[in-house]
């Protein structure tokens, strides 16, 4: 039988608690940059909740048809503490696929976050029940229960590839996934871009800071100056 587009799988690997620990204190923006800015979720998931901290977790990841959450009830139920629930449901918004009380048994499983490539709603409950949600947008319009689905396989959101376990962080500025196997190089890299970049606002702050790279930037690439 033809179980593609309809199987659960068990995770063969998670990010290590300790790095995702660490990447908890780097915007995204940093990670990003220290990954050639090449990887992205995508500027149409955007924070439901109010906070926009920084969220990390480990990748369970779901793959489900327009509209139907099946899989993503199974995909709370087995969830670890620490992870982050990531849903590629093909950015369709007609039916929300999950609402108040998926959220409430979410938070029960220690889900660190929820991130769906598609729409929520109950957005207000949502938000007073603090659950950091990303969604691409809200509906009144609740989801079908038929499947077909998948659970940690590999998805895919605006080109940027998720395998689960893999790392998840998220927040104001959008959602990243760092690979197991690159994440402490990035992290290492992140934290000194993080560093130079309070040396440099202290310099903003106190008056020191060169701005002469602007002008031989413009010279170097030909500007003409009048």
Not at 14 to 28: E, N
Not at 118 to 130: F, H, N, Q, S, Y
Request: with cysteine; net charge negative.
């Amino acid at each position: 039988m033809n179980n593609i587009g309809f199987q659960i799988k068990n995770r063969k690997r998670r990010i290590d608690s300790c790095i995702v620990a660490s990447f908890k204190s780097l915007p995204v923006a940093n990670v990003s940059d220290c990954m050639n800015r090449l990887f992205a979720g995508g500027s149409n998931i955007r924070p439901i909740h109010d906070s926009t901290e920084v969220i990390a977790g480990a990748a369970l990841t779901v793959r489900t048809r327009p509209g139907d959450n099946l899989v993503l009830h199974h995909a709370i139920d087995i969830a670890e503490p620490g992870d982050i629930i990531v849903v590629d449901a093909g950015g369709d918004q007609t039916n929300a696929l999950m609402g108040e009380i998926m959220a409430a048994l979410a938070i029960k499983k220690g889900v660190a976050g929820i991130i769906i490539n598609g729409a929520i709603r109950d957005a207000a409950e949502i938000r007073r029940m603090g659950l950091p949600v990303f969604a691409t947008g809200i509906s009144h319009r609740g989801p079908y229960k038929d499947g077909p689905g998948e659970i940690n396989t590999p998805i895919c959101i605006d080109g940027m590839v998720i395998e689960a376990g893999d790392l998840i962080l998220a927040d104001g500025d959008g959602v990243l996934s760092v690979s197991i196997d690159h994440a402490e190089a990035i992290l290492a890299a992140a934290q000194a871009k993080y560093a130079a970049e309070q040396v440099e606002i202290a310099a903003i702050e106190n008056g020191s800071v060169d701005r002469s790279w602007v002008v031989n930037a413009l010279k170097a690439r030909g500007c003409v100056f009048e």
